[in-house]
């Protein structure tokens, strides 16, 4: 691997990780620093595309945000990134951080791409979709690589973990410049982040990608993304969001059993 700080994976540090991450609360997670090589990690902030790049950009009721998955429209850099996080090297280190055998990722836009939002950007609290539309396999962890030089507590942004029943932020985490969030995706990974507050020019910036194993006999039906009011929000997004997503994950499930998928 020539862009992940090996440094930070001897077999005595994985093992600490492993730990970490089995013991971590409110669902199994892990944060790690200095993530890549601390040049790579600059070149890819001062290089990180426009989001007018991105191919897909999102603005509703709970999102506002591009996506980007097409990565030969990015510098050659991201492609690199995007095959070493894919590499096997790299997915048997996450086996055995995780202790979930048989990882890996797939060549699409369920895999690996960019998340870019600027002032006003949110992605409100969810839990992920759990199977991959088109190739029925199981999606089972969360990589997230943050790009953001000199962000400031006040911008906002930082990654919630929500508890099982939404009544508890349990944790935040910064989204710091070359800080990785490894995170099990489950039937209760409850995650998103608030409105963030930015100057002009300024935009949070990230590397996602998504680990998946065969499907599994014991894995809750098919569903897509599922939205969640917090707390503290409106009547009315409390009303509407379960609304809303109840009938999507209807639809899409009906749909899927036709053999139409939707990526």
């Known amino acids: 691997m020539n862009l992940i700080n090996i440094t930070n994976f001897s077999d005595s540090s994985i093992q600490a990780f492993s730990e970490a991450f089995n ?18 990690a600059e070149e890819i902030f001062s290089g990180f595309p426009a989001e007018e790049v991105f191919n ?9 945000k591009a996506e980007g998955s097409n990565f030969q429209d990015f510098p050659e850099l991201f492609s690199r990134l995007r095959d070493e996080i894919q590499g096997s090297e790299w997915c048997e280190i996450m086996s055995r951080i995780t202790g979930i055998e048989g990882l890996y990722s797939v060549p699409d836009a369920l895999g690996s791409g960019l998340h870019q939002g600027g002032n006003g950007s949110f992605l409100d609290i969810h839990i992920d979709f759990n199977i991959h539309a088109d190739k029925g396999i199981h999606r089972r962890v969360n990589l997230l690589i943050f790009f953001n030089k000199d ?18 932020l349990d944790k935040k985490v910064f989204p710091s410049l070359n800080r990785c969030l490894i995170f099990e995706t489950n039937e209760i990974s409850y995650h998103g982040y608030a409105p963030v507050k930015l100057p002009q020019g300024v935009t949070r910036k990230s590397f996602y990608a ?9 894995a809750a039906k098919y569903h897509d993304t599922v ?12 009303f509407f969001t379960p609304l809303k997503e109840g009938s999507k994950n209807f639809v899409k499930r009906q749909l899927r059993n036709l053999g139409i998928t939707f990526k």
């Open 210 to 218: 998504y680990f998946y194993t065969d499907l599994r006999e014991d």
């Open 227 to 238: 939205f969640k009011a917090r707390p503290s929000d409106s009547s009315l997004k409390k």
């Open 56 to 64: 897909k950009k999102y603005k509703g009721v709970n999102e506002y």
């Open 23 to 40: 013991q971590a609360k409110p669902y199994r997670h892990l944060v790690i620093d200095n993530f890549l090589r601390p040049e790579i």
């Open 151 to 168: 962000w400031k507590e006040e911008y906002g942004g930082h990654t919630e973990l929500w508890n099982a029943d939404m009544t508890n």
